[in-house]
């Protein structure tokens, strides 16, 4: 009785009960490929836009962007060890739009900035 118990709740479409479709792993790697691609944009131009001089204000900016990043981190970290419910999946996808949002915010303040 307890193994048939034990073999449906292995079922369960979970990240680290079962396999995981490839669909959920390729959406994943695409989400993971905009925030880096975002964030690594970002910083570049932080350095390397300002033409007369470089301003803390824009690294003070990737560096607060930098902090959401690990709080996305800790929580996909946390996701995948199973410490956090599946269900948390839509916090981390739209944690990670909001990443996305922050980068362009900082793209266009470097590009106002005078």
Do not use: H
Request: aromatic share 16%.
């Amino acid at each position: 009785m307890l193994t048939d118990d034990v073999s449906e709740s292995q079922s369960v479409d979970a990240p680290l009960f079962g396999e995981v479709k490839p669909r959920y792993r390729y959406i994943n790697i695409t989400v993971a490929a905009l925030v880096v691609t975002a964030l690594a944009v970002t910083t570049f131009l932080c350095f390397f836009l300002p033409k007369e001089t470089f301003s803390l204000r824009n690294l003070y900016f990737v560096g607060c962007i930098g902090l959401v990043c690990a709080g996305e981190i800790t929580t996909i970290f946390w996701y995948r060890k199973g410490d956090v419910d599946p269900k948390f999946t839509f916090l981390i996808y739209f944690n990670a739009v909001c990443i996305i949002a922050l980068c362009g915010c900082a793209i266009v303040f470097f590009l106002n900035a005078r």
